[in-house]
């Protein structure tokens, strides 16, 4: 037996290739919550792109696929240079955000802010990639990175995954510089394991049009940043909801040097919020602004030195444990170390989430370790 064993390995020895096996990038896990069954390109053969028209265009074409990110993509240079007015409304100190004068922008909306001759930033920042169906797009270990242009699901795109990639460095400057993912009319859509950094606008942001079923896990928001709408080291701009059909699931998140839109609710979006942390908010800042038309369930997450957990609370929120008739379970109260109130009784906000609910673990402590991208 032992002597048939040794003749087997040596036969296959022979036929296996000579190089050592290259480490394949295939999505790790899957979706949990409201986007729990998506497939994003499936068993697509992967490719790997070279360029970054290559990048775009598999993005953007009519076939499933598997797009493997194994190096840093950098389109800051990619489109030429704009040269434009804008204004400061925030302040003109160096570490405020200047706004470009975008589609008059400053002009209409901002009459009386001191404006501002002259800036010049990327123009492929302003518009992200176009992503279009039945796509993954995963990167390698830490190498997936996107720098100086973010990506965009609209108009229908759907059936789409986006996991362990970094979007950073979009105008950070610059609001209306550009936004890091942006989903504005779609459907089950799945990012995981991202993070975003050094952006002009938002970090995420989900528009006006239905963005249907939407999982947003295990990412890192990093708002650390030498210009901001504050005038301090925190971004303003972090993720915004806005949908008018949307249901939507942020689980395990890591949301820390903000001042503002940490979440940003409204549009009519049904939010379960489960197993985040947050830390390193800006003191004269908040994390959530609930508007009318939000509907919260937030369990199970970590507020770490936070001292305006939510500013305004106008839409729904829940945030007490008794979801059992609903959910099947009981919730997981949300743990506030050295923070503001965070708490909500609007338990008709459960019927949302009974049949999409995620799982919500007692302790969310481990999110920081765990969470961003490079981690899988
Ligand atoms: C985030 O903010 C904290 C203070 O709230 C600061 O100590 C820390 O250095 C900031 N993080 C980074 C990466 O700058
Ligand atoms: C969560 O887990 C950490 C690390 O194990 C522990 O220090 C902390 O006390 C736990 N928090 C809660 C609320 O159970």
Same mark, same amino acid.
């Given at each position: 037996?032992? #002597?048939?064993?040794?003749?087997?390995?040596?036969?296959?020895?022979?036929?296996?290739?000579?190089?050592?096996?290259?480490?394949?990038a295939?999505? =790790?896990?899957?979706?949990?919550?409201?986007?729990?069954?998506?497939?994003?390109?499936?068993?697509?053969?992967?490719?790997?792109?070279?360029?970054?028209?290559?990048l775009?265009?598999?993005?953007?074409? &009519?076939?499933? #696929?598997?797009?493997?990110?194994?190096?840093?993509?950098?389109?800051?240079?990619?489109?030429?240079?704009?040269?434009? =007015?804008?204004?400061?409304p925030?302040?003109?100190?160096?570490?405020?955000? %200047?706004?470009?004068n975008?589609?008059?922008?400053?002009?209409?909306?901002?009459?009386?802010?001191?404006?501002?001759?002259?800036?010049?930033?990327?123009?492929?920042?302003v518009?992200?990639?176009?992503?279009? =169906?039945?796509k993954?797009?995963?990167?390698?270990?830490s190498? /997936?990175?996107?720098?100086?242009?973010?990506?965009?699901?609209?108009?229908?795109?759907?059936n789409?995954?986006?996991?362990?990639?970094?979007?950073?460095?979009?105008n950070p400057?610059?609001?209306?510089?550009?936004?890091?993912?942006?989903?504005?009319?779609?459907?089950?859509?799945?990012?995981?394991?991202?993070?975003?950094?050094l %952006?002009?606008?938002?970090? %995420?942001?989900?528009?006006?049009?239905?963005?249907? &079923?939407?999982?947003?896990?295990?990412?890192?928001?990093?708002?650390?940043? !030498?210009?901001?709408?504050?005038?301090?080291?925190?971004?303003?701009?972090?993720?915004?909801?806005?949908?008018?059909?949307?249901?939507?699931t942020?689980?395990?998140?890591y949301?820390?040097?903000?001042?503002?839109?940490?979440?940003?609710?409204?549009?009519?979006?049904?939010?379960?919020?489960?197993?985040?942390?947050?830390?390193?908010?800006?003191?004269?800042?908040?994390?959530?602004?609930?508007?009318?038309?939000?509907?919260?369930?937030a369990?199970?997450?970590?507020?770490?030195?936070?001292?305006?957990?939510?500013?305004?609370?106008? /839409?729904?929120?829940?945030?007490?444990?008794?979801?059992s008739?609903?959910?099947?379970r009981?919730?997981?109260?949300?743990t506030?170390?050295? !923070?503001?109130?965070?708490?909500?009784?609007?338990s008709?906000?459960?019927?949302?989430? =009974? !049949?999409?609910?995620?799982?919500?673990?007692?302790?969310? !402590?481990g999110?920081?370790?765990?969470?961003?991208?490079?981690?899988?």
């Open positions: 037996m032992q #002597r048939f064993v040794i003749a087997l390995l040596g036969a296959s020895a022979v036929f296996a290739a000579p190089t050592t096996p290259v480490k394949r295939t999505v =790790s896990g899957s979706a949990e919550g409201f986007a729990a069954g998506v497939t994003g390109g499936g068993d697509a053969a992967a490719v790997t792109p070279a360029t970054l028209d290559e775009v265009s598999y993005l953007g074409d &009519k076939e499933p #696929r598997v797009i493997v990110l194994n190096k840093e993509f950098d389109f800051t240079d990619s489109e030429g240079t704009t040269t434009g =007015s804008g204004c400061s925030w302040g003109t100190g160096s570490q405020c955000q %200047i706004a470009i975008k589609d008059d922008w400053c002009t209409n909306y901002q009459p009386d802010a001191p404006t501002v001759s002259s800036i010049s930033y990327s123009a492929a920042g518009a992200g990639i176009p992503v279009a =169906s039945d993954t797009i995963i990167g390698e270990g190498k /997936g990175v996107i720098k100086g242009k973010g990506l965009r699901m609209a108009n229908g795109a759907s789409i995954i986006i996991q362990n990639i970094h979007v950073t460095e979009i400057q610059y609001v209306w510089g550009g936004d890091a993912i942006t989903i504005d009319g779609g459907d089950m859509i799945w990012i995981d394991h991202v993070k975003t950094s %952006i002009g606008r938002q970090h %995420i942001v989900l528009g006006e049009s239905s963005s249907g &079923k939407v999982t947003i896990s295990n990412s890192e928001i990093d708002g650390t940043t !030498s210009w901001s709408a504050e005038c301090n080291a925190y971004h303003y701009w972090a993720v915004l909801f806005l949908g008018s059909d949307d249901s939507i942020f689980k395990g998140n949301i820390h040097n903000t001042s503002g839109r940490g979440p940003k609710v409204g549009g009519k979006t049904a939010l379960h919020v489960v197993n985040n942390y947050w830390s390193d908010i800006d003191p004269t800042g908040h994390a959530f602004e609930i508007d009318a038309g939000a509907s919260i369930l369990e199970g997450n970590t507020f770490d030195g936070v001292k305006t957990p939510v500013s305004p609370q106008e /839409g729904k929120l829940y945030t007490g444990t008794d979801c008739s609903a959910l099947g009981a919730c997981v109260e949300n506030l170390t050295n !923070s503001g109130e965070f708490s909500g009784t609007d008709d906000v459960l019927s949302s989430f =009974s !049949s999409n609910a995620a799982a919500a673990e007692k302790n969310a !402590s999110v920081p370790t765990s969470a961003g991208f490079g981690k899988i």
